[in-house]
T-cell receptor, first 119, second 113 residues
Framework: DGGITQSPKYLFRKEGQNVTLSCEQN?????MYWYRQDPGQGLRLIYY???????QKGDIAEGYSVSREKKESFPLTVTSAQKNPTAFYLC??????????????????FGPGTRLTVL | AQSVAQPEDQVNVAEGNPLTVKCTYS??????LFWYVQYPNRGLQFLLK??????LVKGSYGFEAEFNKSQTSFHLKKPSALVSDSALYFC???????????FGSGTRLLVRP
């Protein structure tokens, strides 16, 4: 099956601790994204990457870090600098928006999410 | 700046009745619009998109959406609601500069038996 996997499904973090959320896709997509979802606020973009070894900050990047060493993987680290990290985190992927043709307008495919709770 | 608005936090409808979930957008240039659905503790599932062409777009699970340029709207519709349609629905627009998706705040649909 092709798709996006996220692990773990649930994650608990102590104050002052860094944690890393995993996101893997086997869709051969160039672009990957991390969103944060809070009740009543929809999805907010944390970071995105349109190609390997390159990524850009989204709207709420403070307190987070990412890497994109492989096309299929885009891990997100929630650092101790993120003061309110309790949320539902969603990873997504899509063909490169500049790929041309119909793939330029392709939707994003989402993983099942990781729920992070600070203890 | 591109944006979408979902004016209703929740929509209630009886099973078998038609449903509408509203979305309005603000973009410069041609809008690329999407609808997603989210079930509890799950990721988002793509329903349909408008890129160009017919104003009535058909999607998954019997849903359709009507693009109205003059009213800058992209409302999601279904002729006959099912209890299993109860979920959180998001409208999104693609930013023409950064290619990011910008999401609305979501509308919770509750279909009662």
């Amino acid at each position: 099956d092709g798709g996006i996997t996220q692990s773990p499904k649930y994650l608990f973090r102590k104050e002052g601790q860094n944690v890393t959320l995993s996101c893997e896709q086997n869709l051969n997509h160039d672009a990957m994204y991390w969103y944060r979802q809070d009740p009543g606020q929809g999805l907010r973009l944390i970071y995105y990457s349109q190609i390997v070894n390159d990524f850009q900050k989204g709207d709420i990047a403070e307190g987070y870090s990412v890497s994109r060493e492989k096309k299929e993987s885009f891990p997100l680290t929630v650092t101790s600098a993120q003061k309110n990290p309790t949320a539902f985190y969603l990873c997504a992927s899509s063909p490169h928006p500049l790929a041309g043709g119909k793939s330029s307008y392709n939707e994003q495919f989402f993983g099942p999410g990781t729920r992070l709770t600070v203890l | 700046a591109q944006s979408v608005a979902q004016p209703e936090d929740q929509v209630n409808v009886a099973e078998g009745n038609p449903l509408t979930v509203k979305c309005t957008y603000s973009v410069s240039g041609n809008p690329y619009l999407f609808w997603y659905v989210q079930y509890p503790n799950r990721g988002l599932q793509f329903l349909l998109k408008y890129i160009t062409g017919d104003n009535l777009v058909k999607g998954s699970y019997g849903f359709e959406a009507e693009f109205n340029k003059s009213q800058t709207s992209f409302h999601l519709k279904k002729p006959s609601a099912l209890v299993s349609d109860s979920a959180l629905y998001f409208c999104a627009v693609r930013d023409i500069v950064s290619y990011k998706l910008i999401f609305g705040s979501g509308t919770r649909l509750l279909v009662r038996p």
